[in-house]
């Protein structure tokens, strides 16, 4: 899963991100709230990891841009050194998930942030076949199948397609997509996700017909939207 570290001791950034890679989690850390809200506006993260006493902006501050411009709920850990019981109430009133007082105890840490990861994204917990409306997906065996019928996928398409089903109505930013499915490879060209995408929908036939719509988010990524077919030609109609 995606994270992102706020923490303006870099000793600190440093453990926790070691301690999160560990577990399989790709992280990435920021010493300033300002340059996270920058890379928030433009990148999806799985969950973000909060100091509260940051020199520019607070984490506080950071958690209240959070809640009120990002739709998608995205979960969060404060992790800080105030024990107040007046500080835990006020960061779980502003919206926080979860609440950890320095020093941080690895095993804790990170038993804590895969708590929120699959209370948030239960499908991505999934070991066994996802089944969803028309479609399925065997992760062991990377084998798709739509309406029972076999569909033949690189290794890439079933990985894009299993990450955008798993995320279904959540925007994901490009450099989500492309850490996920092609990891950190700076040499892959932009256009090959494009590419991917094209032919993720045509082999799954995602289409309004079928009850499904994957779009570009302009200056942003791509999303996979279900509706119901039927329902938004009646509102199409009533219109």
């Not at 999934?126 to 997906?137: M, N, P, V």
């Not at 791509?222 to 938004?232: A, C, D, H, T, V």
Request: proline share 5%; aromatic share 8%.
């Amino acid at each position: 899963m995606r994270i992102a570290i706020l923490d303006d001791d870099n000793g600190q950034l440093a453990l926790v991100s070691t301690c999160l890679t560990s577990a399989g989690h790709h992280c990435h850390t920021f010493n300033k709230g300002k340059d996270l809200l920058h890379h928030l506006r433009r990148e999806s993260f799985d969950l973000l990891v909060l100091d509260w006493q940051v020199p520019d902006l607070t984490g506080l501050q950071v958690l209240e841009w959070v809640r009120q411009n990002i739709s998608a709920p995205v979960p969060v850990l404060f992790m800080t050194s105030r024990a107040s019981e007046a500080d835990i109430v006020a960061a779980l009133a502003a919206g926080a998930d979860d609440y950890m007082v320095k020093p941080i105890r690895r095993a804790e840490l990170v038993a804590r942030a895969n708590a929120l990861l699959r209370r948030a994204y239960p499908h991505q917990q999934q070991a066994e076949i996802l089944r969803f409306k028309y479609h399925t997906f065997d992760p062991h065996t990377c084998e798709a199948t739509l309406e029972g019928q076999a569909i033949e996928m690189t290794r890439k398409e079933f990985d894009l397609a299993v990450l955008l089903f798993r995320n279904i109505g959540r925007p994901l930013s490009r450099s989500h997509i492309m850490e996920a499915v092609w990891g950190r490879d700076p040499d892959v060209p932009s256009r090959s996700m494009d590419t991917h995408i094209s032919r993720v929908r045509n082999k799954l036939d995602l289409r309004p017909e079928r009850g499904y719509r994957l779009s570009p988010v302009y200056s942003y990524g791509y999303r996979l939207e279900e509706f119901n077919p039927i329902e938004s030609g009646q509102s199409a109609s009533a219109a």
